[in-house]
């Protein structure tokens, strides 16, 4: 009979209670945004990461369009590019280049995550580092 009260109250205190909050639900204010999940830096290249992957957008008379390129230990394993519709802004090939980067980190075959993404696009770093920033592709 102790135990099941014990349960019961360690439960209470984790769902209601002001004890344990890891599993409590949250208001959408205090939710952590990915800019504070995800390190974001500036500068050069460090060897410290196995997986490097480029990204880059662009917007031209010849259309939009965003690729990247994924190195594993030095070495070009991938490239992808993506075309986007010609009403598409240079930032938002820019960010579709961030997301479909990260997307593909899922289908490498590798167990180390150190994993370092370059963009030219201070405007998209910009972006997902201001958590007042609620744009679709920045949220992805």
């Not at 990915?34 to 010849?62: F, L, R, V």
Request: positive net charge; proline residues 1%.
């Amino acid at each position: 009979m102790n135990i099941k009260i014990e349960e019961t109250a360690k439960f209470y205190e984790c769902v209601k209670g002001q004890g344990n909050l890891f599993d409590r639900d949250m208001e959408v204010k205090h939710w952590t945004h990915p800019a504070n999940t995800a390190e974001i830096t500036e500068g050069q290249e460090d060897s410290k990461y196995n997986i490097h992957i480029y990204t880059d957008g662009i917007k031209s008379e010849q259309g939009v369009g965003s690729g990247i390129a994924i190195f594993k230990d030095s070495k070009l394993i991938d490239t992808k590019k993506y075309k986007l519709n010609g009403r598409c802004s240079n930032n938002q090939a820019e960010q579709l280049a961030i997301l479909k980067a990260l997307e593909n980190l899922q289908f490498l075959e590798t167990n180390d995550r150190r994993i370092l993404i370059s963009t030219d696009s201070r405007i998209t770093l910009e972006s997902l580092k201001n958590r007042k920033n609620h744009t679709y592709l920045i949220k992805k």
